[in-house]
């Protein structure tokens, strides 16, 4: 019997410093009606949805900078949304700033959570491949301080969800094949993920041009190779004068785009995702218990690390 979740990917134009959580929130909230009112079961809002993308500055003040994170989820001013979420039956996935306190101390996560349609936290998921640097850079036109803000958190998960099987990344991890394939291992049918990149990367403006190709390969590429939908949510158009790319859409296990925003702005793309469509290339050329070769794969490292010495000598 096909398993269908109608999911809305919900990208968001920019969000400017001024904007308060109050605005963030409403926009976030009309996602949500437009889902419901399209018969979606499931929302998946950006990275760091709801603020600017702050790691683009250097921040010195400490609470200048902790304006930007929350301290519980949801709170005051999120709470809305997990309320709604279960008033509407519609469940979703939020990027955030999180601001843990762990045995006393603060530690700080680019985080995610994917809520249910009861309105309830399903799971959480602190990302893993943090790009950028840590100290300030001043001859970049922006900066992107993640190793600054954020720790990395601990892997990649999967949850029992919406009929299926749900995993979590977010934006620099779709880059990074391990990231699909821990989850594919682990039997993935839906990888929620969200973004914010800016068309310019400083240190190699030769990208620039090949930044929305770049996008969409990693993630179709992801999603065929584990046989797993790949729903990529971004944060788009010109935020505090930094052009993100936007390219929100949905994936097939085919590894083809089913749906997509055509704008910058705020936009749903929405489709309706038959989880049993995993299964063929999950049980064909993708079955990983006939076809991988671990065994091999540590031949192939070992070789390479008795090379490795010589080819420094040289
Ligand atoms: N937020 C985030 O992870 N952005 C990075 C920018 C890197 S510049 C290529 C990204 O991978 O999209």
């Not at 949304?81 to 996560?109: D, H, K, N, S």
């Amino acid at each position: 019997m096909p398993r269908f979740i109608n999911v809305a990917a919900a990208q968001l134009g920019p969000i400017q410093r001024a904007d308060s959580r109050r605005d963030v929130v409403e926009r976030l909230l009309a996602h949500l009606h437009q889902a419901h009112a399209m018969g979606c079961q499931l929302v998946v809002f950006p990275e760091l949805a709801l603020t600017t993308f702050f790691p683009r500055w250097y921040l010195e003040d400490p609470a200048e900078l902790d304006a930007f994170y929350e301290r519980e989820m949801p709170g005051a001013e999120t709470r809305v949304l997990f309320e709604t979420a279960a008033r509407l039956g519609v469940g979703f996935y939020l990027g955030y700033a999180e601001l843990a306190l762990e045995q006393g101390a603060a530690r700080r996560y680019n985080t995610s959570i994917l809520v249910g349609q009861d309105g309830a936290i399903i799971g959480k998921y602190r990302k893993v491949h943090l790009p950028g640097h840590a100290e300030h850079e001043p001859w970049r036109d922006f900066q992107h301080l993640e190793k600054r803000y954020f720790e990395p958190g601990p892997g990649f998960d999967v949850w029992r969800a919406y009929g299926g099987v749900i995993g979590m990344a977010l934006c620099n991890d779709r880059r990074w094949s391990e990231t699909y394939r821990v989850m594919g291992l682990q039997g993935a049918e839906m990888i929620l993920l969200g973004y914010n990149t800016p068309v310019h990367n400083p240190p190699a403006p030769e990208h620039d041009d090949l930044s929305m190709f770049h996008n969409h390969l990693v993630m179709q590429a992801g999603a065929y190779q584990n046989g797993t939908w790949v729903v990529g949510v971004a944060k788009g158009g010109k935020e505090e004068g930094c052009e993100m790319i936007g390219g929100t859409c949905i994936i097939a296990p085919s590894g083809e785009i089913v749906a997509a925003c055509s704008t910058k702005g705020d936009e749903l793309a929405i489709a309706r995702c038959d989880l049993d469509l995993c299964h063929s290339y999950k049980t064909t050329t993708f079955n990983f218990d006939r076809h991988r070769r671990p065994d091999a794969y540590g031949l192939i490292t070992s070789r390479r690390g008795a090379i490795e010495p010589e080819h420094l000598a040289a």
